[in-house]
């Protein structure tokens, strides 16, 4: 599949007050599917230097997410091509319960060291399988992974000791950094559950044609929001250069340019896996 969606993200898409990303009000952005062992496509953000599949980080200037345009509005067109994407690819992948070749090193000690944010770790500290996942709540394949892999990987390897599994934010667009900001305003064990309902009901909120603020705060409010600190939280300077802080960290120190991207005990994977294919890595592993 080569494939090229092109899309166009603009400042006046919707009314609600997402974060944004600085250079970017017009920016015409190319999504480029990278096929991951003949699976779903990744999409990347493309800027002056195109990203290869060898780890190569976006451009600090780029990624970071500022609290400018909070208040002005921004959204993210080109989920519509991606949600149809994923439904067009995954029952056409082929390779998917291959285990998908490393893109790239890691040193696993310095990626277990925790950032500004408090870390969000299931399973045990001495597990020998160490995971940490990097992901966007708008990213179509992250929401893949969460509904059809990630429970059994859980069921099989986590709860069993034999894997420790870390979820770390990336976000790519200015919903995802919303919603993130959100899940970390609850309660640190409503983080999961809240992640989860974001995943499941990913279209409902993150499409481009509907009312962004309105579905966010609507689901905020069965976390036990209010419209008051549902605004509050997205105004916590503090927390958003703390997700800027996590997001830089992965694309400058760990070549992290692609979601999801899995750091598995050195070795770096990007893009979604099967039950089949994440359980192979594992158990090579064990």
């Not at 667009?173 to 983080?191: G, I, T, V």
């Amino acid at each position: 599949m080569n494939t090229e969606f092109e899309y166009i993200r603009t400042d006046s898409d919707d009314n609600f007050s997402f974060l944004s990303l600085p250079g970017h009000n017009s920016l015409k952005k190319v999504g480029q599917p990278c096929l991951v062992s003949g699976k779903l496509p990744l999409y990347r953000m493309k800027h002056s230097k195109p990203l290869s599949t060898t780890g190569d980080s976006m451009p600090m200037s780029d990624m970071l997410l500022t609290k400018r345009h909070l208040l002005g509005g921004s959204a993210v067109a080109a989920l519509s091509v991606a949600f149809s994407a994923v439904a067009g690819t995954a029952s056409a992948a082929t390779a998917e319960d291959e285990v998908p070749p490393s893109d790239g090193n890691v040193d696993m000690n310095e990626v277990l060291k925790p950032g500004p944010l408090p870390e969000i770790a299931l399973g045990k500290e001495d597990a020998p399988v160490k995971i940490v996942e990097y992901m966007s709540l708008t990213c179509p394949h992250c929401a893949h992974f969460a509904v059809t892999t990630f429970d059994t990987i859980k069921q099989k390897y986590v709860d069993t000791g034999k894997v420790r599994f870390i979820i770390r934010e990336f976000p790519f667009d200015p919903r995802a950094a919303a919603a993130f900001m959100l899940a970390r305003c609850a309660p640190q064990e409503q983080y999961m559950p809240m992640v989860e309902m974001l995943f499941k009901q990913q279209i409902a909120w993150a499409s481009p044609d509907v009312d962004g603020r309105a579905a966010l705060l609507q689901m905020s409010k069965l976390a036990g929001f209010t419209e008051d600190s549902f605004t509050k939280c997205l105004t916590n300077q503090k927390l958003l250069d703390d997700v800027n802080s996590v997001r830089e960290r992965a694309a400058k120190d760990f070549g992290v340019n692609a979601t999801p991207t899995f750091l598995i005990n050195g070795k770096r994977y990007a893009g979604d896996m099967s039950v089949a294919a994440m359980s192979k890595l594992i158990d090579s592993l064990l």
